[in-house]
T-cell receptor, first 115, second 114 residues
């Protein structure tokens, strides 16, 4: 079974600083995809960043980047220059073709950006 | 940018009643999904739908639930005889079928069973 673990239920960061959210996963698959989704107070699920497991290069999207360590099954999200609008719940998610293309989500990390 | 549209945004229903949650996926997407998020908990997979039939469903998706694509644009989730524990946020999503891009989620329907 695939599982996703996020060990930090809550985190806070000062505006303009950098924060890293942790995610580990467990799978026997070799080909899979990893995602970070953001859920602001509006509760909509918004894609932040994605990573293909077969790509060694870490994905980046503006202020968001990941540190993907395949051997360690770790997929952390770094947010640089944190903004108040980054305050949200962040979910790490895993997907593989062999699991019906369905997401397995982690329990989430609630991030608060403080002014 | 194309969106997945869900209606209503919030629905309150009495225990034992039937509810239908509606979704309009992105027009050229082929795969459709429903997920559920009980307040304060993680998002859980319910069901996936492709080529007018269920392709996969989770243990949560029991006989109380059904999905339908009644026309070329809508995708519905029906919950028969709702229970208090069905209170949750229900997300619809659609995808082209390539894992590379994940899904596009709708903004959710908050279902409250009283």
């Amino acid at each position: 079974a695939q599982t996703v673990t996020q060990s930090q239920p809550e985190m806070s960061v000062q505006e303009a600083e950098t924060v890293t959210l942790s995610c580990t996963y467990d799978t026997s698959e070799s080909n899979y995809y990893l995602f970070w989704y953001k859920q602001p107070p509006s509760r909509q699920m918004i894609l932040v960043i994605r990573q293909e497991a077969y790509k060694q290069q870490n994905a980046t999207e503006n202020r968001f980047s990941v540190n993907f360590q395949k051997a360690a099954k770790s997929f952390s999200l770094k947010i640089s220059d944190s903004q108040l609008g980054d305050t949200a719940m962040y979910f790490c998610a895993f997907m593989t073709y062999n699991y019906g293309q369905n997401f397995v989500f982690g329990p989430g990390t609630r991030l608060s950006v403080l002014p | 940018e194309p969106e997945v549209t869900q209606t209503p945004s919030h629905q309150v229903t009495q225990m034992g009643q039937e509810v239908i949650l509606r979704c309009v996926p992105i027009s050229n997407h082929l795969y459709f999904y429903w997920y559920r998020q009980i307040l304060g908990q993680k998002v859980e997979f319910l069901v996936s739908f492709y080529n007018n039939e269920i392709s996969e469903k989770s243990e949560i998706f029991d006989d109380q639930f059904s999905v339908e694509r009644p026309d070329g644009s809508n995708f519905t989730l029906k919950i028969r005889s709702t229970k208090l524990e069905d209170s949750a946020m229900y997300f619809c999503a659609s995808s082209e079928g390539s894992l590379e891009y994940g899904y596009t989620f709708g903004s959710g329907t908050r279902l409250t069973v009283v």
